[in-house]
């Protein structure tokens, strides 16, 4: 019996450490998702389906076309200096800006989570710099920015659809060389969109996880960057990609992936109890 204990044990929690973040689909924005902040009851806002908002500086504009599933940012310059100077000590003066943030109060753990993918077309010779925004712990200051990365380092834009990926790791670092603190993020930022009237149109924004098999929102499955196979459609194949939806909630987490997993453990267990009563 004893015996029996062990072998349980060691089996369950191997079957569980198989366990990876899955993918999440922040917006494949084929819905648009109307509400408010609860601090800003009079000013309406998108989100994203993490319950997150997007919002830009006041004369960029940012539309959805559910239709095309994308959403199109034109950024227009305002002298907006620097607007939270302890916050982007050392950056160039902000002309405009963009963001989404992955939770409603804006202070999500990043952990488990390996960057952000997106598609993308953006103008030849068009750019943009990308940080990731800080909340101190208690998640009601704002800290340091990381480092500010551009889109060009990523990709050339040229006018046609690209397929972009923000690895966290580019962003481990705050604008004075500390650590970036991925526990407590406050938003993902574009900084200083360029030439002003360019239009950049976003599709398949996706939060990854560390599942090393993963499927696009297109049915592209991949593992490690290679593409194996294709779905037939874009419909979630295994725990590695989900999909929330429905109303902007602050909360999507992978209770749905933590239930398979159990179900499969307790299925593991049933066998093995059956195997030892023969
Ligand atoms: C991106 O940010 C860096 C640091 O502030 C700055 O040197 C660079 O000019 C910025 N690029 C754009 C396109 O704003
Ligand atoms: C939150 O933390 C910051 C930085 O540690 C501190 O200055 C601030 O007073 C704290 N705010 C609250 C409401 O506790
Ligand atoms: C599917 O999406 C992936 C990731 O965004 C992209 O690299 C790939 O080109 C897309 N495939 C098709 C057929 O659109
Ligand atoms: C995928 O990448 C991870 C982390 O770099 C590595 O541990 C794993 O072996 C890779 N898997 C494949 C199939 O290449
Ligand atoms: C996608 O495929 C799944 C599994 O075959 C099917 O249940 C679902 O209806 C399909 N969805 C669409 C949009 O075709
Ligand atoms: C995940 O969400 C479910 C359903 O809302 C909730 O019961 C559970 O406590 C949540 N788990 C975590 C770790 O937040
Ligand atoms: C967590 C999870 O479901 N991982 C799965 C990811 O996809 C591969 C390939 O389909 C499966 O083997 C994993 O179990």
């Known amino acids: 019996m004893l015996r029996t204990s062990f072998v349980l044990i060691a089996l369950s929690s191997s079957v569980l450490g198989q366990s990876c973040r899955p993918d999440i689909v922040v917006d494949d924005f084929s819905t648009i998702r109307n509400g408010f902040l609860p601090e800003e009851p009079t000013n309406p806002k998108i989100f994203n389906t ?44 902000t002309i405009n800006y963009w963001f989404t943030k992955f939770d409603l109060r804006a202070c999500f753990d990043l952990r488990g989570y390996t960057g952000i993918a997106f598609d993308l077309i953006a103008p030849t010779g068009s750019d943009m710099n990308f940080t990731m925004t800080q909340r101190t712990a208690n998640c009601s200051w704002r800290g340091l920015d990381s480092v500010y990365r551009p889109l060009s380092s990523y990709i ?6 690209k397929a972009v990926f923000l690895p966290f ?37 996706v939060l990854r996880g560390n599942c ?59 066998v093995l109890a059956m195997a030892f009563a023969l």
């Open 156 to 161: 050339t834009p040229d006018g046609t659809k």
């Open 50 to 93: 993490m319950g997150g908002d997007y919002g830009a500086s006041s004369l960029t504009n940012f539309t959805v076309d559910t239709a095309a599933k994308a959403m199109t940012i034109v950024p227009a310059p305002e002298n907006i200096g620097a607007p939270e100077p302890w916050a982007n000590p050392g950056t160039a003066e």
């Open 212 to 270: 090393t098999t993963r499927t696009a929102t297109n049915g592209t499955v991949t593992t490690n960057g290679t593409t194996t196979g294709t779905t037939t459609n874009g419909t979630r194949t295994n725990g590695n990609t989900t999909t929330a939806s429905g109303t902007p909630s602050p909360r999507i987490n992978n209770s749905a992936q933590a239930t398979s997993f159990s179900a499969l453990t307790a299925s593991v267990f049933g």
């Open 169 to 205: 790791s580019d962003y481990a670092k705050n604008l004075r060389g500390g650590d970036f603190d991925f526990v407590h993020l406050k938003d993902w930022t574009a900084v200083n969109l360029v030439p002003s009237g360019a239009r950049f149109v976003m599709s398949n924004l």
